[in-house]
């Protein structure tokens, strides 16, 4: 009882409409693949995790929805705000919290949906350096033609990763990409092209 | 084909108030309050709460204040509230054999241990209308008090269990997280989880009518009341936070197990099978009436034919529920006006060629 | 961890477990006026209080395989001290202050200081009454209890 105490940081300043606003943002986001989003909610992170992406898991995530953690760190906070369990194997989680994505686990050890439920499937909640305005192409649903855009701190190999699991639809995973207080989001739907 | 139909608000709106004005009714009589309807109409509240799938005493006594009494209304009320809440969780298996018993009785053993206890019951009232009640009633006097019941009270089947006389009751492996009616479509086939909580929000008529016609016939049985009990329980749920379990109160639950004879199988020797009913608050009828219906849901398990209405889950657990049953049947109120024009008009034209030779018959 | 230290743990999750029960049953008019006699300490809510719904579920004749019964309110929040003791309160129903009261305590019976005070006059006591009240009702109850005497039938 008297074992040293580490305090928690606070969850959503006010979880009921906060996480409200940050899941209609989410909505929007993935309706619209690669646009950039600002959080509206201040959210204190604990490390390592950014504050979208800390802000995003308490929206998302609660008791029946594994997490896995590529980093240790956020799990009592994590666990107290939203009640989800933590998993060791990517492939059990339904949200995945990724804060260095030059290590992290190939796309295809997240679990991808069954064909008679595609929605049973992770979502990769990553947090890269930063967001430009070159290098990718982005189309598919919810694109009028082509978005430009940027993503700084993904390693060489993702995109074709990505290409492959395009390859599995309608299986696959989604991902939100995070860069400090902002993200977008790539449902499973969108194809990415270096150019 | 549905159409929407627009227009009406106004008249809508008048009929709102007209609703509040009828519910609340001859303003010379004294408001009732939502205490009094929780504390004075608890049988009523149990129903609700059971159905409405929420335990929740002063929100099952709000519903039926609001619905005026109308317990299949007041049900959707709070089954319509309980959506607005989050899900925190779930609790740990509700312990029946630690409850605080205030009513115990078997139909299959007079001398059990802890005793037949009748606790309040209308079983033995003789059915005639109190007058006093209607002249507000008269103090009553404080119910008598014996030396209080063994802490532990064994349940029955576990009696019998121990000769190996009944069929074992236990977890299957790894005691897996049932499916939840709440979250997911009911599909078939239904496992036990899933049939007994279909059952345990069922409407309590349906219920009935469908455990009645087992005795009379319509599914053989054999049926004893093995026990029934009802009492409070803790109730325990583990906090992620603290990762051990606590109790965060009690509530009022109705137990029955149904016992029944069984003449084997293939795989199983003759012994006594099981019927299981529970029930939110005090609700013996609805606990016994389920107990029936499980133990007749469970003739495929059991290898016996199946023929009659309360063995067929599909037809069971597919009508069970008041809430769906009640819009479905009170949808047909709704305008149907552009459906019925093109029925009309159908009716009309086999009128013009009613009697008159088929084209086929022409020709021939 | 020796083996003296988590014997020390496991009886602080007891008496935890032991407390926690009480407040939860225990009146809010009860908890407030003893919660007046204590000064706070510096304190944050990390979880204001929340009402929500947990799942009952119960088992195949209450022992078998588990299913769901149907749900039941409950209200929950947490707080913490500076540093960084928590306190949690998970009531039934939908009493928000109810709640705050059993976290403020919670937090309260954790330092042993306090605790050598609160545990006899506050948890002691509640507990006596919470008891007795349950003691009554099981003496109406057995106040009820029958013998069924079966009578031969037919000849």
């Known amino acids: 009882m008297n074992a040293p105490h580490t305090p928690l940081l606070p969850g959503l300043p006010q979880p009921a409409p906060d996480s409200q606003r940050i899941f209609r943002q989410l909505l929007d986001a993935m309706a619209q693949p690669g646009r950039i989003h600002a959080l509206q909610v201040a959210v204190t992170a604990p490390a390592p995790l950014a504050p979208a992406a800390s802000a995003i898991a308490l929206t998302l995530c609660d008791y029946e929805t594994p997490v896995w953690l590529q980093s240790a760190g956020p799990e009592a906070w994590l666990r107290f705000h939203s009640g989800c369990p933590l998993v060791d194997d990517p492939g059990t989680a339904r949200f995945a919290l990724i804060d260095q994505p030059a290590s992290m686990p190939a796309l295809a050890a997240f679990a991808q949906g069954e064909a008679e439920y595609p929605d049973r499937s992770a979502t990769l909640i990553i947090q890269v350096s930063a967001f430009g305005e070159q290098g990718l192409v982005f189309a598919g649903p919810g694109i009028d033609g082509e978005t430009r855009l940027g993503v700084a701190g993904l390693p060489d190999q993702f995109w074709r990763d990505w290409q492959q699991s395009h390859g599995r639809f309608p299986l696959g995973v989604d991902l939100v990409l995070v860069a400090g207080t902002r993200f977008l989001c790539i449902p499973r739907t969108t194809t990415v092209r270096e150019g | ?279 939110f608050g005090e609700a013996e009828r609805k606990a016994m009436a389920m107990s029936l219906v499980d133990r007749s849901l469970r003739s495929q398990e059991l290898a016996e034919a199946i023929k009659s209405p309360a063995q067929q889950a599909e037809f069971v657990l597919s009508h069970s529920d008041s809430v769906e049953a009640s819009g479905f049947v009170q949808h047909l109120k709704l305008p149907h006006y552009v459906d019925f024009q093109s029925e009309l008009e159908l009716v009309r034209r086999m009128r013009a060629t009613h009697g008159q030779p088929t084209p086929e018959e022409e020709t021939a | 961890m020796s083996e003296q230290s988590g014997n020390r743990e496991v009886a602080a999750q007891a008496a935890r477990q032991r407390w926690l029960a009480v407040l939860a049953r225990a009146g809010v008019a009860e908890l407030e006026t003893q919660l007046a006699r204590h000064a706070l300490p510096a304190l944050s809510w990390l979880r204001r209080p929340e009402s929500g719904l947990m799942m009952v579920r119960a088992r195949a004749g209450g022992t078998g395989q588990q299913y769901n019964q149907g749900e039941v309110s409950v209200t929950r929040c947490a707080v913490q001290d500076e540093t960084g003791r928590l306190g949690v309160g998970y009531v039934q129903g939908r009493d928000s202050r109810h709640a705050e009261l059993v976290a403020l305590f919670d937090l309260l019976l954790q330092d042993e200081t306090r605790q050598a005070d609160l545990l006899p006059g506050l948890i002691a006591p509640l507990a006596a009454r919470q008891a007795a009240a349950r003691d009554k009702a099981s003496a109406q109850a057995a106040a009820t209890r029958v013998n069924f005497f079966t009578l031969a039938r037919g000849d």
């Not at chain 2, 709106?13 to 408001?31: F, I, K, Q």
């Not at chain 2, 709460?49 to 005493?57: A, N, V």
């Open chain 2, 1 to 279: 084909m549905y159409v929407a139909v627009k227009g009406g608000e106004t008249a809508i709106l008048n009929s709102y108030a007209l609703l509040a004005d009828a519910r609340r009714g001859d303003t010379d009589v004294p408001e009732l309050s939502v205490a009094q309807i929780r504390q004075q109409m608890r049988l009523a509240v149990a129903r609700v709460m059971s159905e409405g799938s929420l335990y929740d005493e002063d929100l099952a006594a709000l519903a039926i204040k609001q619905a005026a009494g109308d317990q299949v209304e007041a049900i959707f009320l709070l089954r319509a509230y309980r959506t607005t809440l989050p899900r925190f969780g779930y609790t740990l298996p509700v312990d029946t054999a630690r409850m605080g018993i205030r009513r115990r009785i078997s139909a299959t053993f007079k001398e059990l241990p802890g005793g037949q206890v009748l606790g309040p019951t209308y079983d033995y009232t003789q059915r005639l209308l109190d007058f006093t009640l209607l002249a507000n009633g008269v103090a009553t006097e404080p119910p008598a008090q014996a030396e209080a019941l063994p802490a532990d009270m064994p349940r029955v089947t576990d009696l019998l269990a121990g000769e190996g006389l009944i069929e074992p009751e236990t977890p299957p492996d790894g005691d897996p997280a049932p499916v939840d009616l709440s979250r997911e479509p009911l599909k078939f086939p239904a496992d036990r989880a899933t049939r007994l909580q279909n059952l345990a929000r069922a409407d309590e008529g349906f219920l009935l009518a469908l455990g009645y016609s087992t005795q009379r016939g319509y599914s053989h049985t054999h049926p004893f009341a093995g026990e029934i009990r009802m009492g409070e329980v803790a109730l325990e749920i583990v906090p992620e936070e603290l990762g051990f379990a606590i109790e965060i109160g009690d509530i009022t639950l109705t137990e029955c197990q149904m016992v029944n004879q069984f003449a084997g199988s293939s795989t199983a020797p003759p012994q006594f099978t099981r019927g299981y009913g529970l029930a």
